[in-house]
């Protein structure tokens, strides 16, 4: 519809000339002309209705709408047709080639068939009328149109006749080979060779014969712009699936309210297929009459969330869309960072920390090397986040860092273009200094990676902006509008009924969460800490800091548009709130949990260090962080890291009671670390400790009596939850005097301990992980339930230690009981296996029937 706009638009007959009397310009063009004030009407307005029933006959917008109208999903199902017809033009190519080649071998086949023309095997042919290969009747004519159907249903069946008729189907396509050239010669007639055939992955695939299955691969490669040149250069016959006529019944111009600022959305309607059917009806002769009354609703049938916008073109005014060009335009990047930082306080302002910088080393942009920065605060400079990918780059490492200082020395290194780019970009934005972590961190250097990665949040958090390369899935690739090698395609405009109007996409944010950046674990944090954020999309910039989201293609530097409205994460922004109670302060930190573990990291012992920027930011709000889980915070936190009735696979190498110590399934990350209340809490009932080389630190402070879930308990389980500081000092001393030491990332706290049976579940399953019955080692009678790898009896045993580590007291429809965690121990050590099931609570005379211990949990 909008290439047709834009043609008529563009034409010098009078607009009345061109449309009928419902299409003149006098509906939609002047709400066009007047956007300013019309955009004032509230959302989902109509501006113009287009109905399918209206005659197009002298009205090219009829014409257009009617022709066009019932075309469903055109550009995806071109490209999945694309890839069908490729695939059959190849296997049917071989085939002939094949045939043709072996002549022999096809004559001998011939002649057999001949033979046994009459023989039993050619009775017993499956439906030998309708089959291509073996039918003596007259084949359908070939077209353009049917080449790529009559394509399928030959191979089909050539491969069902060659299963269980190889004789017959020997012979047959003999006969046959003059008509699957016909096929391939229309087919041939779609995929002439054009400009751009030696990069065109239909091309290059059909001239590859000994690539045959490459072209899928070289299809998951294309970009966007690429699949627009591939869907121009091959016009496939059959693309695409019609609709019925009758489907479509409405077009609607309506206004999309996107908070400050507006555009046109093309909505379909079509027939609700729950409206009623035969309605009694008066007509106006008084007789009675049955009809379907026309009740409509909209109709979403593009597969992409990212729908488009139009909005009218303007130089400079509020709302409008702006004119951009094949490559970025920096003066604007440095517009936005100027106005956010004098125009929008104290929320965009660096965070004054008594910590700062140290050993930090810069890109410096002008003289092409790297520098070293005095300890203290540092120069203005921007930081690059980006995917590295697979791809092999330069780093900088203890050999290279003082030739690395020598001047013009990068113009020397293979620098991947994603670098080269960003360093061009921050000289062309008056910035001399850029912190990239592969050429600013020693990456051999032990001592200095932790200490570059522990100040990571610095580093990001003081930079005057962060470049986000969000545009592509590794560093090879050039910044979008940036690279000289990678220019733009320009903002797609269109005229309608003489209004310039862009296509614009709704929100960044669907275009961002689908980009490999927004996926990996180390742009995490590199996100959350970044007071500003320079986001290179594809095809698109846009800006974001804790007060505003911009857009490289609207005007909108007038107005602070909430940053979620883009679904980035600011974590400047989240803790500027001081004064949060500590419910907030914990829910806040589960949140940001949340979102990490659903990023990926391609090295499993990066968990931590990934992390480090978050932790060293939060602790001014939380307090200190400990393997991932706040100190002051602790017992509220890990209750959460808990309670799975899933399991999780470990992730080796990490404390086993924190969430870093476990590799979270899809589902799991979705539900984060929040806490089931009604199961219960470590709160109160637990006091946790730190075990460290140089001594015991608590962790968690005592409820009040009010609150404290042990005041129910019976005296003696009660007393297992008393801290004996004396005795816990004493085995602290002990450990700390072996060899092996204190080791890292150890808790203690007291519990109650018993011994408890397994027993596996009968049958088989199609899933490793089996729910197993804990039984009374005893009377062998069944007390909870406890998920478990199938083969975990079988390794480790029928009998097993349990502690307490929750107790939830009865209210009202929830039954009290105790919450189990099946532990590993090895000595004194203890190892999170799971928890049990929340549908079933232990009771607490249960629980004492087994005559638990009290027991000091030192868990790694």
């Not at 956010?340 to 003289?367: F, I, M, P, W």
């Not at 596996?760 to 478990?788: D, K, W, Y």
């Not at 929830?814 to 928890?835: P, T, W, Y």
Request: with cysteine; proline share 6%.
């Amino acid at each position: 519809m909008l290439d047709w706009l834009a043609q008529g638009g563009a034409s010098s007959a009078p607009d009345d000339e061109k449309l009928c009397s419902t299409c003149s310009p006098t509906a939609l063009a002047d709400y066009l002309k007047d956007w300013v004030n019309t955009c004032q009407k509230d959302d989902n307005a109509v501006l113009y209705t287009w109905d399918y029933s209206m005659d197009p006959s002298g009205c090219e917008f009829c014409s257009f709408m009617k022709g066009g109208v019932d075309q469903f999903d055109a550009y995806g199902e071109q490209i999945r047709n694309i890839k069908s017809f490729v695939r059959g033009y190849q296997r049917l190519k071989d085939i002939i080639q094949q045939a043709t080649f072996d002549e022999k071998l096809q004559n001998d086949a011939l002649s057999t068939h001949e033979d046994v023309d009459n023989e039993s095997e050619e009775e017993r042919h499956h439906d030998k009328d309708r089959c291509l290969v073996c039918s003596n009747k007259e084949l359908p004519d070939v077209s353009p149109h049917n080449a790529l159907l009559l394509c399928y249903e030959f191979l089909y069946d050539l491969e069902s006749t060659m299963d269980g008729h190889p004789r017959a189907a020997s012979g047959s396509l003999k006969k046959k080979l003059p008509y699957c050239n016909q096929i391939i010669s229309h087919m041939d007639t779609s995929l002439g060779s054009h400009p751009e055939s030696e990069s065109c992955p239909v091309c290059v695939s059909i001239s590859d014969s000994t690539d045959p299955k490459g072209f899928l691969g070289r299809f998951e490669k294309l970009g966007l712009q690429g699949k627009r040149e591939l869907v121009k250069n091959h016009d496939i016959p059959n693309a695409g699936t019609r609709l019925s006529l009758n489907t479509i019944q409405q077009v609607r111009v309506q206004l999309s309210n996107q908070g400050p600022w507006k555009g046109l959305i093309f909505q379909e309607y079509e027939m609700d297929p729950k409206s009623p059917s035969n309605v009694p009806h008066f007509s106006r002769s008084g007789e009675l009459e049955r009809r379907t009354p026309k009740v409509l609703r909209p109709a979403y049938r593009l597969p992409e969330k990212d729908v488009n916008l139009f909005i009218p073109v303007h130089d400079h005014k509020f709302g409008f869309a702006r004119q951009t060009a094949s490559m970025f335009n920096v003066e604007l990047m440095k517009n936005w960072i100027t106005k956010c930082r004098y125009n929008h306080g104290e929320a965009c302002q660096k965070q004054s920390s008594s910590k700062q910088t140290t050993s930090l080393l810069l890109v410096d942009t002008e003289r092409y090397c790297i520098t070293p920065i005095p300890d203290g605060p540092p120069p203005l400079y921007f930081a690059l986040s980006y995917v590295w990918g697979s791809v092999a780059q330069p780093i900088l490492v203890a050999n290279n860092l003082k030739a690395w200082q020598t001047e013009g020395i990068l113009l020397e290194v293979e620098i991947p273009e994603k670098i080269r780019d960003a360093i061009f970009l921050t000289r062309e934005a008056g910035i001399r200094y850029l912190w990239v972590d592969a050429l600013c961190i020693v990456q051999d250097d032990a001592k200095l990676r932790d200490e570059q990665i522990n100040q990571m949040y610095l580093i990001y958090h003081q930079a005057e902006a962060t470049l986000v390369a969000a545009d592509s899935t590794d560093c090879s690739q050039g910044l979008s509008g940036v690279s000289q090698f990678d220019f733009r395609e320009d903002v797609h405009t269109v005229d309608i009924l003489g209004t310039s109007v862009a296509k614009l996409p709704k929100q960044p944010k669907y275009i961002l969460e689908a980009s490999t950046w927004r996926t990996r674990g180390w742009t995490f944090q590199e996100e959350m800490c970044s007071l500003r954020s320079v986001i290179f999309l594809p095809g698109l910039v846009i800006f974001s800091c804790p007060t505003a989201v911009w857009r490289e293609d609207i005007h909108l530097e007038d107005f602070d548009i909430p940053r979620l409205s883009c679904g980035l994460n600011s974590l400047p922004q989240t803790m500027g709130n001081a004064n949060a109670s500590a419910q907030e302060k914990v829910r806040m930190f589960r949140s940001i949990v949340k979102q990490y573990t659903q990023r990926r990291l391609t090295r499993a012992e990066d968990m931590e260090n990934a992390f480090a920027g978050i932790s060293g930011m939060v602790e001014d709000l939380v307090g200190p962080i400990y393997h991932g889980i706040p100190e002051h915070h602790f017992a509220q936190v890990i209750g959460g890291c808990w309670f799975w009735d899933m399991f999780c696979a470990r992730r080796p190498g990490f404390p086993s009671w924190s969430w870093t110590g476990w590799i979270y399934t899809r589902e799991q990350a979705d539900a984060g670390i929040e806490p089931i209340p009604s199961l219960g809490s470590p709160e109160g009932l637990i006091q946790f400790f730190k075990f460290r080389r140089d001594g015991i630190e608590p962790m968690s402070s005592p409820t009040s009596e009010e609150t404290d879930p042990k005041r129910w308990l019976h005296p003696d389980l009660r007393s297992h939850f008393n801290i004996e500081l004396n005795k816990m000092q004493s085995r602290h001393g002990q450990m700390a005097a072996t060899p092996r030491g204190i080791r890292p990332g150890l808790i203690a706290f007291y519990s109650s301990l018993a011994f408890l049976s397994l027993q596996a579940p009968r049958g088989l399953s199609s899933t490793p992980i089996r729910e197993f019955r804990v039984l009374h080692p005893q009377s062998r009678r069944q007390m909870t339930s406890i998920s478990l790898p199938e083969d975990f009896v079988e390794l480790h045993g029928a009998l097993h230690p349990f502690v307490i580590i929750a107790a939830c007291e009865a209210n009202g429809r929830d039954a009290g009981g105790l919450r189990l965690m099946l532990v590993e121990m090895d000595g004194d050590m203890c190892c999170k296996v799971n928890v049990t099931s929340p549908r079933k609570v232990i009771r607490e005379e249960d629980w004492l029937g087994l005559n638990p211990t009290k027991k000091l949990v030192i868990m790694a």
